[in-house]
């Protein structure tokens, strides 16, 4: 008799389920169980608003949670960047595996780079679709640094609609991010990688975070062999820094954590961090590097450290409301 299948809990996108589809193969394979996914909607795949008007905060996750709380699956799969910095009580974050490119790229009209696509716009005005005001306070003041004439433009959907925009003449260029296209098998559309040194991804951008119940011992332990645990003090740290700042998933907020390697190993992390104004005028930028962190209450605190050196410089004020 073949052993029951484990209930996989996954949003309904083209991207979710593709990333869900994924991480099944790999429980099968650490569990020799069969693995189905069970497709929930969830209230951000619902809404037409813009992500920073209803908040973004677990408006991708809550109903996959819920799901999970209620036993309706056994573990749910997220994108780590959709996923609020407190963690419920009742759930554990059993796994991060290895992260996916973190970077955000440009899908353009004429395959053109950035630099480009305000030299040869239409009135030399460069139209740029996003939905995150992280992206766009970025965007805008790499723009107005190089003398880009670009207006960025509040935009949702998936990535064919995204994409679409752009197949119509409607934008000059979207951003998306690198791991969601390459997941999707769709990354010879990028026309541009756009270096972390102009845009910082989300924190947590690019990895995946595997969920589970914290009463299931077994399922845990099962699924904290997919676990990277390079990738998960990199994160934690992200993390932190957003939580430390305040800030919800939708707020301006970008932050990368990276391993500094010296010939074979591994001895530094930089943990980056930005916060800025949506329309460019205003950026606090900042890094700190220190040992790798060999627990999450290191890297974690990594994160808190920039994360007041950040407020100290007025990073509360240009993400629209004071910290407390």
């Known amino acids: 008799m073949s052993e029951k299948a484990l209930r996989l809990g996954t949003r309904r996108s083209k991207l979710a389920m593709a990333q869900s589809g994924q991480v099944a193969q790999a429980v099968s394979r650490v569990t020799g169980r069969p693995v189905e996914l069970v497709e929930i909607t969830t209230y951000g795949d619902t809404s037409r608003e813009h992500l920073a008007q209803i908040g973004g905060t677990g408006v ?54 950035f630099t480009d696509l305000a030299a040869s716009a239409p009135r030399g005005v460069a139209r740029i679709g ?23 433009v509040p935009i949702r959907g998936n990535v064919d609609t995204r994409i679409g925009f ?3 003449g409607e934008l000059d260029a979207v951003v998306l991010a690198a791991a969601g296209l390459n997941r999707i098998g769709r990354s010879d559309e990028v026309t541009d990688f756009l270096s972390v040194d102009t845009v910082l991804p989300a924190p947590g951008q690019g990895a995946l975070a595997i969920e589970c119940s914290a009463g299931n011992a077994d399922l845990i332990a099962a699924l904290a062999e997919l676990d990277d645990p390079f990738t998960r003090v990199a994160v934690t740290a992200e993390r932190s820094l957003l939580a430390a700042l305040e800030a919800g998933c939708s707020a301006p907020v ?30 606090v930028q900042l890094s700190t590097t220190g040992p790798v962190p060999r627990t999450q209450a290191q890297a974690m605190a990594l994160g808190r450290e920039l994360a007041t050196e950040m407020l100290a410089q007025g990073a509360a004020g240009l993400m629209g409301e004071r910290a407390h």
């Not at 554990?92 to 970077?103: G, I, K, S, W």
């Not at 996003?130 to 960025?152: C, F, I, K, W």
Request: overall charge negative; glycine content about 8%.
């Open 60 to 113: 991708f996750v809550t109903a996959l949670r819920d799901a999970l709380v209620r036993g309706e699956v056994d573990f749910a799969v997220h994108s780590l960047k959709d996923l609020p910095t407190a963690q419920p009580a009742e759930l554990v974050l059993a796994a991060v595996p290895e992260r996916e490119d973190p970077r955000d790229v440009l899908v353009a009209r004429d395959a053109l780079k």
């Open 130 to 152: 996003t939905g995150s005001p992280r992206r766009m306070a970025q965007l805008n003041a790499y723009a107005r640094s190089h003398g880009l004439d670009v207006e960025t």
């Open 166 to 168: 752009v197949r119509s």
């Open 254 to 283: 970008g932050a990368l954590a990276d391993l500094l390697a010296d010939g074979q190993f591994v001895k530094e992390m930089r943990l980056r961090g930005v916060v800025g104004t949506t329309d460019g005028t205003s950026l």
